[in-house]
C-alpha cells in the first residue's frame, strides 16, 4: 500500500508570501547592544524549501560596508498547536530560540519569552513591500521598539 504524503496547505502557502530576496535601511533603536542607536542595511532573502512546508531566511545587517551580523531561521506551520513558529540563530551566541504566532492579515506577529526577557517581533508583506519589527521587554508588560526595517524586492 501506499502511503499518501502530505502536501503544504493554506497555512504553508501564507507563509510563502514572504519569499523573496530583500534589500532595505534598518533603524536600531538605543539599546545595550547599540547605545547610541544606528541605521544599518539588512539583506533577507527567504526562499520557499522542503517542498512548500517550511521557508527558510538568511539575513545579514551590514553597517559602513561590513556585515556586522548574521541570522539564520526557518519558518514553519505547527499543525499541533494551530500555529506559526520560527526557528533562530544568529551570530549573537548560536543559541536557538522558537517563536510562535499567526497571520492577521498580512502581518505575521510572533513573540518568544527566554532567558534574555520577552521578545516579539512582526513580518509585514502587505502591499508588496516588507516590514520588520522588533520590541523587547523583561516583565512582558513593558516594550520597548529594538529595530524596525523597510524593504523592497532586490
Known amino acids: 500500500m501506499d502511503m499518501q504524503m502530505p502536501k503544504p496547505g493554506a497555512p504553508h502557502q501564507q507563509l510563502a508570501k514572504l519569499a523573496g530576496n530583500w534589500v532595505g535601511e534598518e533603524k536600531m533603536m538605543p539599546s545595550p547592544w547599540e547605545p547610541k542607536g544606528c541605521t544599518a542595511t539588512g539583506r533577507v532573502k527567504n526562499a520557499v524549501a522542503i517542498d512548500g512546508f517550511v521557508v527558510i531566511q538568511d539575513y545579514e545587517q551590514s553597517r559602513d560596508g561590513k556585515v556586522a551580523f548574521r541570522g539564520h531561521g526557518i ?75 523597510k524593504y523592497t524586492k532586490s
Not at 513573540?111 to 521578545?119: A, C, K
Not at 517581533?121 to 526595517?149: H, I, R, T
Open 75 to 149: 519558518f514553519s506551520w505547527n499543525d499541533a498547536k494551530k500555529c506559526n513558529e520560527l526557528v533562530w540563530t544568529d551570530s549573537m551566541g548560536g543559541t536557538l530560540q522558537v517563536f510562535a504566532g499567526n497571520w492577521k492579515g498580512d502581518v505575521l506577529e510572533m513573540s518568544n519569552e527566554g532567558p534574555q526577557g520577552n521578545t516579539r517581533c512582526s513580518f509585514d508583506v502587505s502591499g508588496g513591500a516588507y516590514k520588520f519589527l522588533m520590541s523587547a521587554s523583561q516583565d512582558g508588560k513593558n516594550w520597548q521598539p529594538m529595530m524596525e526595517g
